[in-house]
């Protein structure tokens, strides 16, 4: 059924600029018409849907004790936080990111719940986006080296009691999945959910945690088939380190087995260096900055305009981590757009054309169709802001979009609409009950505490050790 929202002010894109008085009609899930002669209605402005191009599909970290340390600390404390229920627990985070105004979401998966075969867990994490009406990205993440510390885990293990070993081991220790092995269980899963709604991709986790081999085949199988790969890189002065003692030349080697092509997708890239930006540019591959994410694991600030100036494709994510742990992807961009959008009267991008480029690069990350430019033929994904509260004071015109970037949060979603049909209205996601569904993970991770309380009582001691051995790797260069 054709269906019609009138727009005070719509934004198409960064070419076409601002139209005012505009109806956008759409019909199948596709934007057919725009059109002057809106009637006088509440003051509404109409920009394209967001996208949450690098996020996990998890609990919120914080609710574990996973506050103020490093991503090398905090990827172990958030074993308290694994799923307890796969459903609920990417419900949870997709409505979050739905009501926020996205259309589309990355769910790089690192961190299965182990209570179900994989291929099931993914079939979860499915119809939890298809309740939610949102569309995502999906990868299995997947490591076959280093699951503690960059290297032997040993001097970190030493001294802790036998049973405390055997907790660490029994968390975080598996045996290697084979190349072979993973490119079998993304085609099973890609055959399970892969849809209009569903883009399946290849999930290295990092380069520091997949061996060579892994590597070359996860590059050797995007090439045949075309599929898109997710991977983190550099993210930390650890990895950094560690790529420079044990792996010299690490972007370029990428580079020449072909895993930096416009089918990549890069989180991070915090302490990359100039070289290794113009390698990833000239590839067509996207770099994700997590704005949030990075301050709150004191990962450093990543040098996104100098990517932006030698060509490389910006895309913008929350990675779970947003400022206020709200998945509030709106303020996220202003983040990055406060940080990085120049110095004095010399302005990196404009705000509508870094929010451009962050629809535009995000929805080539996540495989989800078109441009995201509200313009016929493109898919009906939009955002309705109240233009009332926005523009609080109308004291005289004021461009909207400045204004989105000088106050803008996810309050002022009225609507989000994805592929024709609304999935969050005033706040409130239409599909799932997202109250209903936060009360009952939060019961049940209440229930499941205390089977994790050995983890607990020697987490002291093993976050010294963590210390000592990361700070050692640097002292070492």
Sequence with gaps: MATEIAANSLFRGPDCGISDNVVLRHDGGVITDISEGARPGPRSFVIPAFVNAHDHARATASSFGAVGMPLESWILRTALGT???????????????????????????????????????????????????????????????????????????????????????DLFVRAPMSPDAYIELTDAVAAAIAGPMVDVQLGPAGVQW????????????????????????????????????????????????????????????????????????????????????????????????????????????????????????????RLVQMIHGGLGFKATWTPAELFALAIRNGRRATG???????????????????????????????????????RGNASLVKEVVVAGKTIARDGVCVGVDLPGVEQELRAMYRANFGKLEGFQRMWQPLSERLEDWFEQQLTCQ
């Design 368 to 406: 989800a169709p078109g441009s995201g430019e509200l313009v016929a033929g493109n898919p009906a994904d939009y955002v309705v802001i109240d233009l009332d509260r926005l523009d609080r004071d109308q004291i005289m015109p004021v461009d909207p979009m400045a204004l989105l970037f000088a």
């Design 83 to 169: 799923p307890v229920d796969p459903y609920l627990t990417a419900a949870s985070a997709l409505a979050r990111s739905a009501k926020a105004g996205c259309a589309a979401m990355m769910v790089h998966y690192t961190r299965p719940s182990g209570t179900m075969p994989l291929v099931d867990e993914a079939k979860a994490i499915a119809k939890a986006a298809s309740d939610v009406g949102i569309r995502i990205a999906f990868a299995m993440a997947v490591r076959d080296q280093n699951p503690i510390v960059y290297g032997d885990a040993k001097p970190v293990l030493a001294g802790l009691a036998s049973n405390d070993r055997k907790t660490i081991e």
């Design 210 to 333: 997949c061996s060579k081999p892994l590597l070359e085949a996860v590059a050797e199988n995007s090439a045949r088939t075309g599929r898109r790969i997710h991977m983190h890189i550099l993210e930390t002065a650890y990895q950094r380190a560690w790529a420079d003692q044990h792996f010299p030349n690490m972007v370029r080697w990428l580079r020449d087995i072909g895993f930096l092509s416009e089918r990549l997708t890069l989180a991070h890239g915090i302490h990359a260096r100039p070289e290794e930006l113009e390698m990833i540019a000239a590839s067509g591959a996207r770099i994700v900055t997590n704005f949030s994410s990075n301050m709150h694991l004191r990962s450093g600030l990543a040098p996104i305009a100098a990517a932006h100036k030698c060509g490389c494709a910006i895309a913008v994510g929350v990675d779970g981590l947003a400022l206020d742990e709200d998945d509030d992807i709106l303020r996220e961009m």
